[in-house]
């Protein structure tokens, strides 16, 4: 139990172009995704939290007009990179909270998307 | 601010070796502490720790916390070359709203 789906795991773009990708929680509900991006040897950087039905919050440093956040049903969030450069390259990886079954940190990691902006 | 901090940041060892990793933290309304093993993808869950003292185990992998001196360890008995990942440490916060605040992970390398 407990998947988080990500499409794609990897795309290229050229620059200036647009890309969304999209997580899925497959076997549960999840009223809370979160975005993070990772660079090589690095931890996870949060990027933004994605709640259903509303907008999303976004950690400070992160611009909301580049990265589109739509999380409108229960097992689907997206994020889109708008006008994308070389310097968005990067590992993003999704992850949701299974809150049907109670209050839990616990979060279940989708298998990351790795973006590469020519 | 809230912060995690983990050590070593890297670690080299030999197959059958026992090792240690930490992780400590400095964070308001504390509510539990997770740690994960990140190899090529994205991160896997291995433990959740809300208790003190409360040994939580899974194979040669175990772990425990300390609320008072702020702190967890994981241990990995036995290592294998299979174990060579990323292990990550978060915590989440009643004051962050359920996210989870990530150490900077150690690396670990085990060599046949």
């Known amino acids: 139990g407990a998947v988080v789906s990500q499409h794609p795991s990897w795309v290229i773009c050229k620059s200036g172009t647009s890309v969304k990708i999209e997580c899925r929680s497959l076997?549960?509900?999840?009223?809370?995704m979160f975005w993070y991006r990772q660079f090589p040897k690095q931890s996870l950087m949060l990027m933004a939290t994605?709640?259903?039905?509303?907008?999303?919050?976004?950690e400070q440093g992160v611009e909301k007009d580049k990265f589109l956040i739509n999380h409108a049903s229960l097992t689907l969030s997206t994020l889109t990179v708008t006008s994308a450069h070389p310097e968005d390259s990067s590992f993003y990886i999704c992850s949701a909270r299974d809150t049907l079954g109670g209050w839990s940190y616990e979060q279940y990691f989708g298998p990351g998307t790795r973006l590469t902006v020519t | 601010e809230d912060k995690v901090v983990q050590s070593p940041l890297s670690l080299v060892v030999h197959e059958g070796d026992t090792v240690t990793l930490n992780c400590s933290y400095e964070v308001t309304n504390f509510r539990s502490l997770l740690w994960y093993k990140q190899e090529k993808k994205a991160p896997t869950f291995l433990f959740m720790l809300?208790?003190?003292?409360i040994e939580k185990k899974s194979g040669r992998l175990s772990s425990i916390l300390d609320k008072k001196e702020l702190f967890s360890i994981l241990n990995i008995t036995a290592t294998q070359t299979g174990d060579s990942a990323i292990y990550l440490c978060a915590v989440g916060s009643d004051n962050q709203g359920g996210k989870l605040i990530f150490g900077q992970g150690t690396e670990l390398s085990v060599k046949p």
């Open positions: 076997d549960f509900q999840a009223t809370t």
């Open positions: 809300t208790s003190s003292g």
């Open positions: 994605s709640n259903e039905g509303s907008k999303a919050t976004y």
